[in-house]
């Protein structure tokens, strides 16, 4: 092979790994440079979804969908930063860079707190987490062409004719590339970016299964706090009852059924305090699992429950500018509602709707649909062949050169594709009944977490005024006039006992309440903070971490 033969065949390899797009032989846009964003905003066009944040009119730093043409499809430098998928939830916690923050004896652990620390600690958390890196090199690969230029060489050194004089050496030269007539890598670039796109959804759906999990726990401890707090005071009281008792049997004022009466009570608020006391170190010990932290640090939680207030559903929602202009709330549904709330009755569900849509795994469904739907499209693609072609040099055993074409292409007679295309379309609808059936559910669940909700805050409002004298200062008057001699044994044990049961079951009005919280941010993603009157810290803007 001279040199003017090799030249032309290092031309024509370059030129066909040059034409190997198919944007070369298809109309459909690929996915190349600024084209990544067209792509992007296809996808968003078929998901349409906005974060919950921005319809509330608080700071957030993006929608979902706006992320999805940065992060979700380009790679970041290694000079840039994105945002985890957890600020995408709409809990207003940060997740800091540089050493995890550890709360020490001296501090009190508060409920965003607490949540923060689970979405940084949390181990079943960390390993959902660990699943994006995978589907962010799934689209990479799926962005790379597979088809490489194949070289093929033939090469026949001995020949003779019929004389028997020795001929040219004999040889072949082909370079062909494989050309994608239907357009295949487009949609397997669509595919990747859906499917990167729900596995982000199940990330921040753990995430906020995760925060709503440690509001329970959180709010579990408190609650088993609270009881063991009241039955520590009550043993206390009751030790001083059966010295006072002591004292005056002494003095001739009182009979030894009165101090055994006093020292047997003693015993069973005493025997009920240390109960409470294991049922408190449980929770609490529940709750350090789920913040992965060891069961040696002791610190104080705070008491935020007991001061404030829970902010109806209805007048979150009212005071969103975005949702309500989009569709009003028909405020005259009230009227109906056993609960006082609006957004329950079925004439406001497209409002209800309109919040659940923001729901992680809902959105991850909605991606669930799109990738099905792109797989679809790469199987009608897959029913064209592909082309193979390139150019041939060939020069034979008397030295004659001869220049050409070499084209292949596969025959659709056994395997025409349609069965592939038929489950793929199987496939799609599948995902499609899911999509819509997990919807369905989520406002179901939604309804019923709020209605449990607006149930739980009424009846905490209406016990407030009733509880917020102390356990102590409620039983004073009684044992006063005990003292006096005004009222016997009896008595002050049938008082306490219904002062008892009446803060126990504020206590667990306040733990239904709580419970209902964390189904509220479970169901809808209204973070708690939200939810509460009382003015919280204000936690600064969400950081941002680099992608690994």
């Not at 921040?204 to 408190?222: K, N, V």
């Not at 520590?232 to 101090?259: C, I, P, Y």
């Not at 957004?343 to 809902?362: A, F, K, S």
Request: aromatic share 6%; proline share 5%.
């Amino acid at each position: 092979m001279n040199r003017a033969t090799l030249t032309v065949m290092i031309a024509s390899a370059a030129l066909l790994v040059g034409c190997r797009i198919p944007s070369c032989l298809h109309s459909s846009p690929v996915i190349r440079g600024e084209q990544v964003r067209h792509t992007a905003n296809d996808l968003n066009h078929d998901l349409p979804a906005s974060a919950l944040y921005a319809r509330l009119g608080m700071e957030h730093s993006k929608a979902p969908e706006a992320e999805a043409s940065t992060s979700l499809l380009e790679s970041p430098r290694a000079d840039e930063s994105v945002q985890l998928a957890s600020v995408d939830l709409p809990l207003s916690l940060s997740i800091p860079t540089g050493d995890p923050f550890v709360p020490s004896e001296a501090q009190e652990l508060s409920l965003e707190g607490a949540i923060q620390l689970a979405l940084e600690r949390n181990p079943n958390l960390t390993t959902v987490r660990a699943s994006e890196p995978v589907a962010h090199a799934a689209f990479h690969v799926a962005e790379t062409y597979p088809w490489n230029p194949q070289f093929q060489t033939q090469v026949l050194p001995y020949s003779r004719d019929r004389n028997g004089n020795d001929g040219a050496v004999s040889q072949q030269h082909v370079i062909v590339q494989t050309f994608e007539l239907g357009g295949q890598q487009h949609y397997r670039e669509r595919a990747a970016a859906a499917n990167w796109r729900q596995v982000s959804g199940t990330v921040r759906q753990a995430e906020l299964t995760t925060a709503a999990q440690t509001i329970t726990l959180f709010f579990g401890a408190l609650f088993q706090h609270e009881l063991r707090d009241m039955n520590q005071a009550l043993a206390e009281m009751n030790e001083q009852l059966v010295g006072v008792m002591q004292r005056r049997q002494k003095a001739g004022q009182a009979n030894n059924a009165d101090v055994e009466l006093a020292r047997l009570q003693s015993q069973t608020t005493r025997r009920q305090q240390r109960l409470t006391e294991a049922s408190y170190q449980t929770a609490y010990v529940n709750l350090l699992s789920q913040l992965n932290l060891s069961v040696s640090i002791e610190f104080a939680l705070s008491n935020e429950w007991l001061q404030c207030r829970w902010r109806p559903i209805d007048e979150i929602i009212l005071a969103s500018p975005a949702i309500t202009t989009a569709t009003p709330l028909n405020q005259a549904s009230e009227m109906k509602s056993d609960v006082g709330c609006m957004l329950t009755q079925p004439e406001n569900e497209t409002i209800l709707r309109q919040i659940i849509g923001d729901r992680p795994d809902v959105s991850a469904a909605r991606a669930g649909v799109a990738m099905a739907r792109e797989n679809l499209r790469l199987a009608k693609a897959m029913k064209r062949p592909n082309l193979q072609i390139g150019p041939m040099w060939q020069r034979d055993e008397t030295a004659t050169q001869y220049w050409g074409v070499q084209a292949q292409m596969d025959i659709p007679v056994v395997n025409t594709g349609s069965t592939l295309v038929s489950q793929r379309y199987a496939e799609w609808r599948q995902q499609q009944v899911t999509a819509q059936q997990l919807e369905n559910r989520a406002v179901l669940e939604a309804r019923a977490a709020i209605t449990r909700y607006e149930r739980s805050r009424v009846l905490v409002e209406q016990s407030r005024e009733e509880s917020v004298r102390t356990l102590s200062e409620s039983l004073q008057p009684f044992e006063d006039q005990f003292k006096a001699g005004q009222i016997n044994l009896l008595q002050v044990f049938a008082a306490r006992t219904a002062i008892v049961q009446s803060r126990q079951s504020y206590l667990d009005l306040l733990n239904e309440l709580a419970l209902a919280v964390a189904d509220v941010t479970q169901s809808t993603g209204l973070p708690p903070q939200l939810l509460m009157e009382e003015d919280k810290p204000n936690l600064g803007q969400a950081e941002e971490l680099p992608l690994p």
